[in-house]
């Protein structure tokens, strides 16, 4: 397993952007499939996007698709997560995620979990 520790949400005003990251602990990090997934209040966690351990290729919800990209720096050991057109319906607990299995990653059964981070999208 990866230890892993997100940062970069906050509040924003609709429309706006954030990038959230991922720090990742372990030297077997470029091995890993990443992941996001966001929890709303009173929702389930949802599947958001995922990269392999490769970069190529992504994978995306429907609900953030050409809004959302996700990328990583193996040589930082970091994922991150750029959002774009933000709504208030992005509001959420945004989860890392990471699993040597980009299936497993993506059904939400990864291995490693960060902590979350909160996005507050303002109307």
Not at 81 to 91: H, I, V
Request: a positive charge; charged letters at 15%; hydrophobic letters at 35%.
């Amino acid at each position: 397993q990866v230890h892993l520790v997100e940062s970069g949400g906050g509040l924003v005003q609709a429309g706006g952007s954030l990038r959230l990251s991922c720090a990742v602990s372990g030297r077997t990090f470029s091995s890993y499939a990443m992941g996001w997934f966001r929890q709303a209040l009173g929702k389930e966690r949802e599947f958001v996007a995922a990269i392999t351990w490769s970069g190529n290729p992504t994978y995306y919800a429907d609900f953030v698709k050409g809004r959302f990209t996700i990328s990583r720096d193996n040589a930082k050991n970091t994922v991150y997560l750029q959002m774009n057109s933000l709504k208030p319906e992005d509001t959420a607990v945004y989860y890392c995620a990471a699993d040597p299995n980009r299936r497993t990653l993506v059904a939400g059964d990864g291995g490693s979990w960060g902590q979350g981070t909160q996005v507050t999208v303002s109307s």
